[in-house]
């Protein structure tokens, strides 16, 4: 069971620059996508962020039961598992992906190591 923990702003904006330095790469891509998400409908309660690590197919079920208990926009760091084997890492994805066609929620990847899983009420703008 999750329990809720007060965490000051400081250490959200260390966090977010933590995160915005893992998500930096040293190779430049060809061309830049930008994904935009904008809020849907009325939000009932805050949005979470939160990080996960996908190591093997079986974190999909950690993932799965930490989307649904509350509105959190999960971000799945895939590298791991996409090195160690590309077959779990599609069927992997492909859960996802039944889950959010289920639901109507929305996921994207981010580049090759990094997928957003949105709940309903955000949408992603591609």
Known sequence: MLSK???PPQSIVKGVKMLGNLLRSN???????IVEAQIKGEVRSRLKLSLMM?????????I??????????LLI???HLRDKDMN???????RLKTHCEVTGSDLAALD??????VPPVVEIVR
């Open 5 to 7: 923990i007060n965490i």
């Open 112 to 117: 090759d190591s990094w997928i957003v899983l």
């Open 77 to 79: 760091r895939v590298s």
């Open 54 to 62: 996908m190591e093997r197919y079986a974190d999909i079920e950690k």
């Open 27 to 33: 190779k430049k891509p060809e061309t830049a996508t």
């Open 88 to 94: 779990e890492l599609k069927k992997a994805v492909d």
């Open 64 to 73: 799965l039961s930490r989307f649904r208990k509350a509105d959190t926009v």
